[in-house]
């Protein structure tokens, strides 16, 4: 019984940081529909930014999100402007696959340009918090783990008072269930395209601050949350914050479970089943309000 | 005669032409094994793509998940080959139908899955494989060795064994399987099901609208892409001599049959080949180049030409190809029947001596809060012209869509030739007979004008040819005989109205739905298409109309039915409900009280 | 029409001229050319750099000694194929080497999977190829011209059970259960099962084994269950990312068992020391090669220390086993007088290598044969432990450190 608490105490903990990079897909895909495959790669290039502040200026990871978020906010929009606009522009369909094979594109080619400049090298930062922890009755929890979670309440409560109460965040997601309508509304589409992109991307930035004090380096991380990232947010609810936030809880501890009564590996198979169970059975999701 | 000849030949030369390279390049290189290795990746590739394309960029539904289908080939072949001694050849075969059936079993609920919402489900099913193969070790007490992999054993000079010593007799294998798949995507192409997967491809909605049972399409092109994708697993297995799960059903794998075919020239027939002969070679350069200096080089080329293509030349190599061996031409369609010489549409009969054609009762249907239609009833009998008129927001296009099946009704019925209505999909409803156009046109925008009517009148017809022969005549009726060959996108949008209607005329149907047919036509194109309007009235067809103009409307219909908020509220001869006060005050006064 | 024809047929011609490019083979008569299989890019292109050094340094040498005496000094080409740790391309770089490069041997391919098809080329053209791949199977073919002078996972997984049974004796203290966590690849599967066999042969319980999925970001799970059982040994077998993580969680989730293994891999790169400091102490290794073996076989040092000045780092595992099979490829040509592929085949099979001082014996071993396999029977593993960020040889006692101890157990300076 222990056992399967510690499994889904830090099964909640590592799902805390996948909720983080679905809440950063959610943006671009569960809103706009725009199927990111670079979400991963952002988060890749976000960690690398992390990287070599760390080496080369000594700046803590936790800070970073100063410097990197607003990088990658740029990097977000320029890369909406200049390729996904132009595809959403001319794409009828909500979801079209155009912008799922670019984004491809794209992830290949920056993973492959960070392995050509950075090397396959497993790099690693090591700082005060990276192998801390603290017990909470009995249960063992690992600090900067905590910190991811933290973090992500605190994204996910952002997050959600933007999209519901602001009128940018009500514009993005107008855009997101109908491009034209939004358009003849008014709604500058590809600005606000670029922001939501932007935001995304910035966002990475947050996760890669999270990750970086546990977790390697190396120009592939990204595609090992990227799947994992497409289930929390269909699972959650495409366009629900809180949704994705507990859909990325619910998978850690699913596969924290899984991994403990079988194998890990299972685990795998397991979300994978749950992520088509989830389209047939409540394609809304938990949380979603989308009606098809 | 000429057009289809000329197509049929080039194709055919394509074809022959496509597989000349490789053999040609082969006579050239003599027996440099390495060049001849490279070729049969080129062709291994190609055959993966066309047999993706299939599905892919015929089907409209990409899977990214086709890798899963390859492994399933290579390691049913090879386990029958290893533990049952069944040479490959028939481990292939085999290896395919149960690929087929796979596919088939998981494609066919996910195709109501939007697009990119698919990819996403074969991805999962794919890696589900790959994962659930790395973890087996033994399958019915047959060992496979999962992660580790599953050893073919190398016996020499085998033939009858699908085993060669040197690649000459891979390449000849890789050679005829490539010939077999091209040739398949080019039949397919221009059958039956290459018509209702193109135009399920543009608009699974209209397809379905006109009797065409896209699932059932899908299915079929799901099922043959499985099989060949499978074959291939299997010369995988015989040529490289060791599978395992990590590799054969990787998702590198599913992403490069994706992208070549993308790059080449997606629903193209030689698309494939294309994407193959750019993308390989250019992987083996960068390697033979740079071998070890610059990692990961020939990937950036992949995923930038993906980008590039994808922004700017979305149609791949093949359209450019083309445009530089043919042009397109307006062919006249030739010589059709005079508009006498045959019955275009069904005679002015009833069902059951008198009874009504349709008959719609107490039909009622909510969207969340809002009121779309409210216990409506009325009839239509057969070969009369109702008309239902009705402020925006009044319902009609709504019961359009409960009496075609494209909504539910949350109440009521709809009763067609005395049958009830239950749950018939759109397309069953074309079948028996109910046929309409939509308020937006939705022609299928890549085919030409002539193709987009054949889609219609291919579920009855004997054959592709006497389809076309339907759709000459029809287009001819619509007035569009001169503009047969032009793409859709490029028709003007009242020559789009005719097409519309040409099409729905295909179907045969016993009953046919206008939808606001003038909305959006110029002054100048209007009088043409009311006189096709009171054409198609002449010839006895059942109508119930759609429309906003009411000069038209009262002209063509029998009957009026005025529909307000979702109810009727009147109903009676044209004259007589368009001066009606109550209708008046609704229709016109509404807006001239308020202003 | 035909104008039409015509230009396909133009078209298509151009497209076949292309993909014709084939620049001819330049081959030397007298150089003998040597071809490399290794993955120069990918995920494990640094091994691929540190072999291409290794090489690149006896190469050099060689030819600055005078090149291959019995052949008129004939120098020595190496040519470098990249295989990005696939397998399919394994085996087209293997092809490329021997059809257009026309090399006289081969020497392959770090990943079993790739090693394993790539050799099969090897064999179909009768070229030699010695392989570096600990994967069993690679001489268990029947094929005559694959070779093998180093420990297969066996010989390794039976080196470190034997290993640690014999350390823990020398301190005391025995290991009555174990559980083994490996990554699920082909090598992790293939070395788990061998090292749970010679556990259970030891006498040693085996709670279970498992194969986690290689790169998981979370593996608290794994541990949680592990220090249910209460183990005295955890073997792990991972590459580097999944070793830092395994090692770190045990950390976390306090997992301290009596002894702390790896089956090689990650545990004995240097970026691993370099990242894990002190969690790192303790941990035993089986290894093909580690420095330290320098110690006992001074000349072993030297060259080791020649290969840092060189490139600013030591030999590791693998770039060690590239540079036996390079030397046992030049042992075998001086011989052979010929590099007709036959004869220096022949002459491989043939070799016996006893002296310790033999540049061949850059692994050292008690002797240097090929039995009709295509292996080295005699070839052996070592156990290593790291003591204070540096790797100590402790076993066999031949060739182990004089003046180091084992340190046990795993953690010890901490507890």
Not at chain 2, 341 to 346: A, E, G, I, S
Not at chain 2, 434 to 439: E, G, N, P, Y
Not at chain 3, 62 to 82: C, E, M, P, T, Y
Not at chain 3, 325 to 332: E, G, R
Request: proline content about 4%; glycine content about 12%.
């Amino acid at each position: 019984m222990r056992g399967l608490a510690q499994a889904v105490t830090s099964g909640l903990l590592i799902g805390a940081v996948y909720g983080l990079i679905a809440l950063g897909l959610n943006i671009v895909f569960g809103t706009m529909r725009v199927v990111n495959f670079a979400q991963g790669t952002l988060l890749m290039a976000g960690m690398f930014m992390t990287y070599w502040l760390w080496e080369l200026g000594g700046v803590h990871p936790y800070i970073s999100p100063l410097v990197t978020a607003p990088l990658l906010f740029g990097l977000g929009f320029a890369v909406q402007h200049l390729f996904v606009s132009p595809l959403l522009a001319r794409e009828r369909a909500r979801e079209p696959m155009s912008v799922l094979l670019l984004t491809l594109g794209l992830a290949l080619v920056l993973e492959n340009v960070a392995l050509l400049f950075f090397s396959a090298d497993f790099k690693t930062v090591t700082t005060d918090v990276s192998m801390q922890t603290f017990k909470i009755a009995g249960l063992i929890v690992s600090v900067p783990r905590l910190v991811g979670l933290g973090a992500m309440v605190a994204t996910s409560l952002v997050l959600y008072l933007f999209f519901m109460h602001t009128d940018l965040g009500r514009a993005v997601r107008a855009t997101g269930q109908d491009r034209e309508v939004a358009r003849l509304m008014g709604i500058n589409d590809f600005r606000i395209y670029g922001v939501a992109y932007g935001l995304s991307a910035a966002m990475m930035g947050i996760a890669a601050a999270v990750l970086v004090p546990f977790f390697y380096i190396h120009p592939g991380v990204g595609t090992s949350f990227l799947l994992k990232a497409f289930v929390i947010v269909v699972l959650g609810g495409l366009g629900s914050m809180p949704g994705a936030a507990l859909g990325g809880l619910l998978v850690g501890v699913i596969e924290g479970a899984v991994a403990l009564w079988v194998q890990a590996a299972v685990a795998q198979i397991v979300l994978f089943a749950v992520f088509v169970a989830i389209l047939f059975v409540r394609p809304a999701g938990l949380l979603g309000v989308e009606r098809r | 005669m000429t057009r289809l000849s000329a197509s049929v030949g080039l194709a055919l030369l394509s074809i022959v032409g496509a597989a000349l390279v490789p053999v040609a390049t082969r006579a050239l290189i003599g027996d440099d094994d390495y060049w001849l290795q490279v070729l049969i990746w080129v062709m291994f590739f190609a055959y993966l793509s066309a047999a993706w394309n299939l599905i892919g960029g015929f089907g409209g539904q990409y899977s990214i998940g086709h890798a899963g289908l390859l492994g399933i080939g290579a390691y049913t072949s090879s386990l029958l080959y290893v533990h049952a001694g069944v040479s490959p050849w028939l481990g292939m075969l085999a290896g395919g139908c149960l690929a087929a059936v796979v596919g088939g079993a998981i494609g066919y609920p996910c195709f109501r899955l939007r697009g990119a919402f698919f990819s996403l489900v074969t991805i999962a099913f794919a890696e589900m494989l790959r994962v659930g193969t790395e973890l087996t070790d033994s399958l019915f007490g047959l060992p496979i060795n999962g992660v580790r992999g599953f050893l073919l054993p190398v016996a020499g000079s085998r033939p009858a064994d699908f085993q060669f010593v040197g690649k000459r007799g891979y390449y000849y294998v890789m050679l005829g399987l490539l010939v077999i798949i091209l040739t398949v995507g080019w039949l397919v192409k221009r059958s039956r099901l290459g018509y209702y997967l193109a135009a399920i491809r543009d608009d699974e909605d209209a397809a379905a609208a006109l009797g065409v049972h896209p699932a059932r399409a899908k299915l079929l092109a799901m099922v043959l892409s499985s099989f060949f994708t499978a074959v291939g697993g299997t010369f995988y297995a015989q040529l490289i001599g060791f599978i395992t799960p990590t590799r054969t059903m990787s998702l590198d794998f599913s992403v490069q049959m994706v992208v070549m075919p993308v790059l080449g020239g997606i629903g193209t027939v030689l698309g494939p080949l294309w994407g193959a002969l750019v993308l390989v070679p250019i992987g083996e350069v960068t390697r033979a180049l740079w071998g070890g200096s610059l990692q990961g080089v020939h990937l950036i080329i992949y995923g930038a030409l993906l980008m590039l293509v994808i922004l700017r030349w979305p149609q791949g190599i093949d359209p450019w190809l083309r445009g530089l061996v043919a042009r397109r031409r307006e062919t006249p369609v030739a010589a059709q029947p005079a508009l006498g010489d045959t019955p275009l549409v069904t005679p002015r009969t009833s069902p059951d001596g008198g009874e009504a054609l349709l008959r719609v009762d107490g039909l009622s249907r909510s969207f969340g809060g809002a009121v779309g239609v409210r216990d409506l009833a009325f009839e239509v009998a057969p070969g009369e012209v109702v008309g239902i008129i009705g402020a925006n927001g009044a319902g009609k296009t709504t019961v359009f869509n409960l009496i075609t099946g494209a909504l539910a009704a949350d109440g009521g019925d709809v009763w067609f030739a005395g049958r009830r209505l239950g749950r018939e999909t759109p397309d069953a409803r074309s079948r028996l007979g109910i046929a309409r156009t939509f308020q937006i046109v939705r022609p299928f925008i890549g085919l030409t004008a002539l193709e987009n009517v054949m889609v219609a009148a291919l579920p009855r017809a004997a054959s592709v040819a006497e389809a076309r022969r339907e759709a000459g005549r029809w287009l001819a009726f619509a007035g569009l005989a001169h503009r047969a060959g032009v793409i859709a996108s490029g028709l003007s949008t009242g020559e789009r109205k005719r097409l519309e209607l040409a099409r729905a005329l295909a179907t045969r149907p016993r009953l046919l739905l206008l939808d606001e047919v003038t909305g959006g036509v110029d002054q100048r194109s209007l009088p043409g298409l009311v006189r096709l309007m009171q054409g198609i009235r002449a010839e006895g067809l059942t109508l119930l109309v759609i429309e906003h103009n009411l000069r038209v409307v009262t002209a063509l219909a029998d009957r009026l039915v005025v529909l307000h908020l979702g109810e009727k509220i009147r109903e009676g001869p044209p004259q007589a409900v368009v001066t009606d006060p109550a209708v008046v005050d609704v229709y016109v006064g509404a807006t001239v009280a308020r202003g | 029409m035909r104008h039409g024809m015509l230009r396909i047929a133009t078209v298509l011609g151009l497209v076949g001229l292309a993909t014709m490019w084939n620049p001819a083979p330049v081959g030397a008569a007298d150089e003998v050319r040597i071809g490399v299989v290794s993955p120069m890019t990918g995920p494990t292109a640094k091994f691929g750099q540190a072999q291409k050094n290794a090489l690149t340094m006896a190469g050099d040498d060689v030819n600055a000694a005078g090149g291959i005496r019995s052949l008129g000094g004939a120098k020595i080409k190496l040519v470098f194929g990249d295989t990005r740790g696939e397998a399919d391309t394994g085996v087209t770089e293997t092809e490329r080497l021997i059809t257009r490069e026309k090399v006289h041997a081969l020497i392959g391919a770090f990943q079993s999977g790739v090693g394993f098809p790539s050799s099969a080329m090897a064999e179909r053209h009768q070229v030699p190829w010695l392989t570096f791949g600990t994967f069993d199977k690679i001489t268990e073919r029947g094929f005559k011209y694959v070779f093998r002078a180093h420990a297969n996972d066996t010989i390794k997984a039976r080196t470190l059970i034997e290993g640690l049974v014999a350390l823990g004796k020398r301190a005391s203290q025995s290991i009555g259960s174990a559980v083994i966590l490996a990554e699920n690849t082909e090598w992790g599967k293939s070395v788990s099962d061998k090292q749970r066999g010679f556990l259970e042969k030891a006498g040693v319980k085996v709670h279970f084994v498992e194969n986690y999925p290689y790169a998981a970001p979370d593996l608290t799970s794994l541990i949680v269950k592990a220090k249910g059982v209460k183990p005295d040994l955890v073997v792990a077998d991972s590459y580097l990312g999944d070793a830092l993580l395994i090692t770190r969680q045990m950390h976390e989730q306090e997992l301290r068992p009596v002894a702390y293994a790896a089956g090689g891999g990650g545990h004995v790169q240097p970026d691993f020391l370099k990242n894990m400091a002190k969690l790192s102490d303790g941990i035993l290794a089986a290894t093909m090669w580690d420095a330290a073996v320098g110690k006992a076989v001074p000349w072993i040092a030297k060259e080791n220390e020649r290969h840092v000045a060189k490139f600013g780092a030591p030999f590791t595992e693998d770039s060690a086993g590239y540079y036996q099979a390079f030397q046992i490829i030049v042992d075998a040509l001086e011989r052979a007088k010929t590099t007709s592929a036959r004869e220096l085949r022949d002459a491989i099979a043939a070799t016996s290598i006893t002296d310790v001082n033999h540049k061949a014996m850059f692994l050292p071993y008690k002797a240097l044969r090929f039995d009709d396999t295509g292996q080295n029977p005699f070839a052996t593993a070592m156990v290593v432990q790291i003591q204070g960020g540096k790797f100590r040889l402790l076993y066999p006692e031949s060739i182990a450190e004089p003046d180091a101890r084992v340190v046990w157990p795993y953690l010890a300076t901490t507890r």
